[in-house]
């Protein structure tokens, strides 16, 4: 048996060994540094893995020992009659002031004061090493192999706490396949990942999980504990109802002029209190505007505002094509005039901010031929009921995908609309439309950005030759299209269905999409080559000696009567 001295110096030797590595790595260079960051991020998850594990195993214990001191005392007989239950129930319901707290409380005192962590967090790390050990075992391999990390395995448990336990082993096997023979994904693919396997597996499980997002919606306003004079405002809305509230902040934000000095994150805060204020748009501060409202205010007789400058234009969303490798090629947005100066509710024809979002539907579903989820660009998957309602009144897009891709279309025939290269640089509304629904993010490796917020990145440059069609675009945010854009070190791949590689300046390869729109509407898939007559040739040899083999065995039988 060891000692408490035996022990603190394993602990000393462990640490100097840490300390040892630590000094090694700073004569590392950037290959060897970022495959010590994804080595130590396996080992976190690993650790995770035991970690919960450990509290599910305390929790455990401390029932069993709790209950079994209870039974003791008050036996676990049957009453004998309702009169004798009623006795009991009254009993149990003393016993935390006879036998103090139950098995849950005292674990979650246990781990809370192990981890320094509240009571809150103590307790979804115990049920999630339950659901881990007995809900889904497989999928918490991957946690222990390092597939995943802890938050998206917590992820997972939240997602399924209105799950049936009879679907649990179906669910587990399904998502630890798909998280085996998948790269890893950003937070916001590996989501949908998510959802949409429940959907497919439980769809009641999806109907009560929206039932119960519309029952704890709420909004609360409270004084920030970080920032004196500051409140912080925070709520939980259905999906498709936060995505109209965004989408009228963004567009109110939008809507002012490129001179206004607030930032983005600043014109959003001051839309939501205008929007309290009972007005429709976002007065802009710019400098002309403020000298108007000045000469307004002083001006006792109402007098007309000046036309405003050619060069005073209404912001705009940033353009999607490319304006990272090819600037100047945006369109210039119209000139307000007195008329439509945002700001004035009052102007006949004042301008109105369109608030805007994007949904992905299959067209069977908004028929009613199936209930397949849809996809809320920003948010996830969205219920197939809900989806119809919203697209009801929607502008429609439609992505057509027959006739083959433009990589492969068969000779003498056209490809559909969407998949047509464009004859520039720009890409058509059909091929953007496309693009866009194959896709759920940003495609760098990691980026959550929404696809409505990215520019289309050309794989092979423009001006190297590259073509405008949908082997060779795909959805970038800004940061990261300038990120690949103007750093030499990085080089990004895509092959004609779609999946996106980007090797780092390290020589390390990621790839960027591991789960799209095509995993979740398998009907935007290109179709299949044409076979290569090759092919053929190949099969009829295989079939030739399919059928050598059968003749051969049959000549034998027949030589060979049973008995043998």
């Known amino acids: 048996m060891s000692t408490a001295v035996d022990r603190h110096v394993d602990i000393r030797s462990g640490t100097d060994r840490v300390l040892d590595q630590l000094g090694m790595d700073t004569k590392l260079g950037p290959t060897e540094l970022v495959s010590i960051l994804t080595h130590c991020a396996a080992v976190t998850a690993s650790a995770d893995y035991r970690l919960l594990q450990a509290a599910s195993l305390l929790f455990e ?121 998948r790269a890893p994904m950003s937070s916001a693919r590996f989501r949908t990942l998510v959802d949409a396997s429940i959907a497919r597996i439980d769809a009641a499980s999806a109907v009560r999980r ?65 929007l309290t204020d009972g007005h429709r748009e976002l007065a802009c501060i710019c400098p002309d505007c403020t000298a108007s409202s000045a000469a307004a205010a002083s001006t006792p007789v109402a007098a007309s505002t000046p036309a405003a400058d050619a060069s005073h234009q209404l912001a705009t969303p940033p353009n999607r094509d490319n304006v990272a490798t090819s600037p100047g090629t945006a369109g210039r947005p119209e000139v ?66 027959t006739g083959g891709p433009p990589t492969s279309a068969a000779p003498g025939g056209d490809a559909a609309p969407s998949d047509r290269p464009a004859s520039g640089y720009a890409p058509s509304r059909s091929l953007r439309g496309l ?61 004609p269905l779609g999946t996106v590689a980007f090797r780092a300046p390290t020589g390390h390869y990621f790839i960027g999409n591991a789960y799209t729109g095509y995993d979740l509407f398998t009907e935007l898939r290109p179709p299949a080559p044409r076979r290569h007559p090759a092919r053929g040739d190949l099969d009829r040899a295989r079939r030739d000696r399919i059928d050598a083999h059968t003749r051969a065995r049959d000549r034998w039988e027949r ?3 049973p008995p043998f």
């Not at 039932?211 to 709520?235: C, F, K, L, N, W």
């Not at 102007?347 to 028929?367: D, E, M, Q």
């Not at 998957?381 to 429609?396: F, G, N, P, S």
């Open 336 to 401: 307000p005039t007195p008329s439509t100066r945002p700001g004035d509710p009052d102007s006949p024809g004042a301008l109105r901010p369109r608030p805007t979002f994007h949904i992905i539907v299959s067209l069977a579903t908004l028929l009613g031929a199936n209930d397949c989820p849809a996809f809320l660009d920003g948010h996830g998957i969205l219920d197939a009921a809900v989806a119809r309602d919203l697209v009801r009144e929607a502008k429609r897009s439609y992505a057509h995908t």
């Open 61 to 181: 214990d401390y029932t069993l020992t709790h209950e079994t001191r209870v039974a003791a005392a008050l036996g676990d007989e049957p009453a004998p009659s309702v009169a004798g239950l009623f006795v009991q129930a009254c009993t149990a319901a003393r016993t935390r002031a006879r036998f103090g707290p139950d098995g849950m409380e005292q674990a979650i005192g246990a781990v809370g004061s192990a981890l320094n962590a509240p009571a809150a967090r103590a307790r979804e790390l115990i049920i999630a090493g339950a659901t881990m050990r007995h809900q889904l075992p497989l999928t918490g391999r991957m946690l222990a192999r390092g597939r995943i990390d802890l938050a998206r395995f917590l992820l997972i448990v939240n997602r399924t706490t209105l799950c049936e336990e009879a679907i649990f082993p179906e669910l587990d096997a399904a998502l630890a396949e798909e998280i085996e023979h």
């Open 435 to 495: 693009v866009a629904a194959g896709e759920l993010c940003c495609t760098f490796p990691g980026c959550t950005t929404a696809v409505s917020a990215c520019d289309l990145d050309h794989t092979i440059s423009y001006a190297d030759g590259g073509r405008t069609r949908r082997d060779n675009l795909k959805p970038l945010c800004r940061f990261h299209h300038r990120l690949k854009t103007f750093d030499i070190g990085w080089r990004d791949y895509q092959d």
């Open 559 to 561: 030589a060979h009567p």
């Open 210 to 274: 929206l039932e119960e997002a519309d029952r704890s919606r709420h909004i609360r306003v409270r004084p920030d504990r970080h920032t004196p004079g500051q409140s912080r405002i925070t709520g939980s809305l259905p999906a498709h109802r936060a995505a109209g509230v965004d989408a009228r902040l963004n567009a109110m934000a939008q809507a002012v002029h490129p001179a206004d000095p607030r930032s983005i994150a600043q014109r959003r805060a001051d839309a939501l209190v205008a």
